[in-house]
């Protein structure tokens, strides 16, 4: 597998990352612990060498599934988490993104990922409370400290990525991107670009739904987080699975599946993005890499994009409530 940059900081990575979130959380029951070490080793013997986590899936579990997996050849790899949430007595959590706070979970997740360094620590989602540069100045000493090597934003918009780039280099910005969901091309790719910071797309088959496999609600798990999503409600799921239907359509004259269509669609959107799809099954993994040796023209590309996006809001209400655009 090719590597690619992100920013100007020149993290390597694959072009293509692995999502670990999905192996302990929100989709259903979670991945057998061996069968999960597995997908991830071989992951890295097809050429996968980023791995995305965060503390908050589990919570914590998700990390120490990393960190196992990773014994042995954590140097051969860059590994990426998160931070952002406080977990309070009551079971409820909240947003934290003080400096305090901050500097005591980055060794919780060392320590959970059994490691001296994180390659790439990202704040989940934006604490209003707190000042993007204060937050900003406390990983910025981490990176001094080399308990971090780069820093990375998620979800927020062009204006507080230029205030948080002004106090140190962002070396990425992590955000859903895929086929359906493109509301950030008009000014946050822009923005990235002209400040030469990369991009790291979540989500790049639409939570599964590019692949074509699910076909009802009924397919997901009673626990599946998928169920309270608006785009596989009532109408919105009616339309878009038709529009899978016709991803399916080009798939079928590349000799290729819908989500492989997908991923090569978002790795022909330029060389400073990255997607990270996440996989439980082994025939997924394989297909997803495949989708790297897959050429799409310009007409092919235009045809894909002339389909339209997804209906439906990409969280429910309370899930927006935390995504930023300023």
């Known amino acids: 597998m090719q590597q690619r940059v992100l920013g100007n900081a020149k993290l390597a990575v694959s072009e293509q990352g692995f999502?670990?979130?999905?192996?302990?959380?929100?989709?259903?029951?979670?991945?057998?612990?061996?069968?999960?070490?597995?997908?991830?080793?071989?992951?890295?013997?097809?050429?996968?060498?980023?791995?995305?986590?965060?503390?908050?899936?589990?919570?914590?579990?998700?990390?120490?599934?990393?960190?196992?997996?990773?014994?042995?050849?954590?140097?051969?790899?860059v590994v990426a988490t998160k931070f952002a949430w406080e977990w309070l007595a009551n079971g409820e959590r909240r947003l934290n993104s003080r400096p305090d706070h901050i500097f005591k979970v980055v060794d919780e997740s060392l320590q959970r990922l059994g490691t001296d360094h994180i390659d790439l620590y990202y704040q989940h989602r934006l604490d209003p409370q707190v000042p993007i540069e204060e937050t900003v100045g406390a990983l910025a000493e981490l990176v001094k400290q080399g308990k971090v090597r780069h820093i990375g934003l998620s979800e927020v918009g062009p204006k507080t990525i230029r205030r948080a780039h002004a106090v140190h280099p962002i070396t990425a910005l992590q955000s859903e991107y895929s086929l359906w969901e493109r509301g950030l091309e008009a000014?946050?790719?822009?923005?990235?670009?002209?400040?030469?910071?990369?991009?790291?797309?979540?989500?790049?088959?639409?939570?599964?739904?590019?692949?074509?496999?699910?076909?009802?609600?009924?397919?997901?798990?009673?626990?599946?987080?998928?169920?309270?999503?608006?785009?596989?409600?009532?109408?919105?799921?009616?339309?878009?699975?038709?529009?899978?239907?016709r991803v399916?359509?080009?798939?079928?004259?590349?000799?290729?599946?819908?989500?492989?269509?997908?991923?090569?669609?978002?790795?022909?959107?330029?060389?400073?993005?990255?997607?990270?799809?996440g996989t439980k099954r082994l025939k997924y993994l394989e297909e997803n890499v495949a989708a790297t040796q897959i050429a799409l023209s310009a007409q092919e590309v235009g045809q894909l994009e002339a389909l339209g996006q997804s209906a439906g809001d990409r969280y429910n209400e309370a899930g927006l409530r935390h995504i930023s655009r300023d």
Request: hydrophobic share 40%; aromatic share 8%; charged share 25%.
């Open 19 to 77: 999502g670990c979130m999905g192996l302990t959380s929100f989709y259903g029951a979670p991945a057998d612990e061996d069968e999960a070490i597995r997908l991830i080793h071989k992951a890295i013997d097809l050429g996968v060498t980023f791995f995305d986590t965060a503390e908050s899936y589990g919570p914590f579990t998700n990390e120490k599934l990393v960190g196992r997996a990773l014994q042995g050849r954590r140097d051969s790899v």
């Open 187 to 245: 000014e946050i790719l822009p923005t990235l670009r002209e400040l030469g910071i990369g991009f790291v797309a979540y989500s790049p088959l639409g939570r599964g739904f590019l692949t074509g496999e699910i076909k009802s609600v009924q397919d997901l798990a009673e626990n599946d987080f998928r169920r309270g999503d608006p785009r596989f409600q009532g109408e919105n799921f009616a339309s878009n699975l038709a529009l899978v239907e």
């Open 248 to 277: 399916k359509q080009l798939a079928a004259q590349k000799g290729a599946t819908p989500g492989q269509i997908a991923l090569a669609w978002l790795l022909h959107k330029g060389n400073d993005i990255v997607p990270i799809p």
